[in-house]
């Protein structure tokens, strides 16, 4: 899979946006871009993808830089429920299974 | 709602026993995989399946061996488990196709400690 690299940590205050960043400067031009997330003691879940264009979901939103080098997950309103691991991921473009690297722990304050 | 179901959700066993953790999934996914993670710690492929009587080894080196015999169903064994053993096993699904843009639906994971 393509690198990406994203923080560690971040720290959100309930009710406020959160923009959650990947850079992703080896990308192909035929890789998808996945998030997911994990919340704590479950397993991970989807929450978008997209290609070039902005994606928006019941969930998040996806921003997608013009050259493709960097992605940015929106949370439009954070709640305690969104506390969890973000993770990006670019699958490799073949047929293997996804690979979940350290992704970004977002906290979220009342 | 993911179909994908994981059994048992808690297990505590002494050093030396086989155990098999059960994952089903009713979603007619071809394509299944089990993770192991520690706590705090990273996703690790450990073994997947692209349908019935093809399983692969993943990243990160396991002892346990895996089978699929029927679509919908994707144990994994461990022959003697030991402490080192002890983990979260996360099994997934999808359905077939090119990763780049088919999901992956996990189930919600076994907490598996060896004394």
């Known amino acids: 899979d393509a690198k990406t690299t994203q923080p560690n940590s971040m720290e959100s205050n309930e009710e406020e946006p959160v923009h959650l960043p990947c850079n992703h400067s080896?990308?192909?031009?035929?890789?998808?871009i996945h998030w997911y997330r994990q919340l704590p003691s479950q397993g991970p879940e989807y929450v978008i993808h997209g290609l070039t264009s902005n994606v928006n979901n019941r969930m998040a939103s996806l921003a997608i830089a013009e050259d493709r080098k960097s992605s940015t997950l929106i949370l439009h309103r954070a709640t305690l429920r969104d506390a969890a691991v973000y993770y990006c991921?670019?699958?490799?473009?073949?047929?293997?299974?996804?690979?979940f690297g350290k992704g970004t722990r977002l906290s979220v304050i009342a | 709602e993911a179909d994908i179901y994981q059994t048992p959700r808690y297990l505590v066993i002494g050093t030396g026993k086989k155990i098999t953790l059960e994952c089903s999934q009713t979603?007619?996914?071809?394509?299944m995989y089990w993770y192991q993670q520690d706590p705090g710690m990273e996703l690790h492929l450990i073994h997947y399946?692209?349908?019935?009587?093809?399983?692969e080894k993943g990243d990160l080196s396991s002892e346990s061996t895996v089978s699929r015999i029927r679509t919908e169903h994707f144990p994994l064994t461990l022959e003697s488990a030991r402490p080192s053993h002890t983990s979260q096993y996360l099994c997934a699904s999808s359905k077939f196709g090119l990763d780049s843009y088919n999901e992956q639906f996990f189930g919600p994971g076994t907490r598996l400690t060896v004394l």
């Open positions: 399946s692209y349908g019935v009587n093809s399983t």
């Open positions: 979603m007619g996914h071809d394509k």
């Open positions: 080896t990308i192909s031009g035929t890789d998808y």
């Open positions: 991921i670019l699958p490799n473009s073949g047929n293997t299974p996804l690979v």
